[in-house]
Nanobody, 121 residues
Framework: QVQLVESGGGLVQAGGSLRLSCAAS????????MGWYRQAPGKQRELVAV???????NYGDSVKGRFTISRDNAKNTVYLQMNGLKPEDTAVYYC???????????????WGQGTQVTVSS
């Protein structure tokens, strides 16, 4: 089992910045991918960004050029630097981790509890 602790959400004005963090812990052998998803009221959860073990990244179209995902492998932590925030970025942001556990043969996917990001106009 993987525990995820998210931090960094809050209220910011349009054009401002926030940095989200997500630390993974548990009986982790290795982490395949770490990412962020978001869900706004009345909308489906969507990919924001993902970073894989080799360092490759993918971003949702709406955040390209504004958000940057990074990870600290030693700390099993993923970060999301969000710049140029817009009101439409307002959502609950969820950390997502795919990891191999020392107690399992197949990777498991875990979700954080979510952190609210609100961007005022």
């Amino acid at each position: 089992q993987v525990q995820l602790v998210e931090s960094g959400g809050g209220l910011v004005q349009a054009g401002g910045s926030l940095r989200l963090s997500c630390a993974a812990s548990g009986m982790i052998s290795s982490i395949n991918a770490m990412g962020w998803y978001r869900q706004a009221p009345g909308k489906q959860r969507e990919l924001v960004a993902v970073i894989r073990s080799g360092g490759s990244t993918n971003y949702g179209d709406s955040v390209k050029g504004r958000f940057t995902i990074s990870r600290d492998n030693a700390k099993n932590t993923v970060y999301l630097q969000m710049n140029g925030l817009k009101p439409e970025d307002t959502a609950v942001y969820y950390c997502n981790v795919e990891a191999l556990l020392s107690t399992a043969l197949l990777p498991v996917t875990s979700w954080g509890q979510g952190t609210q990001v609100t961007v005022s106009s």
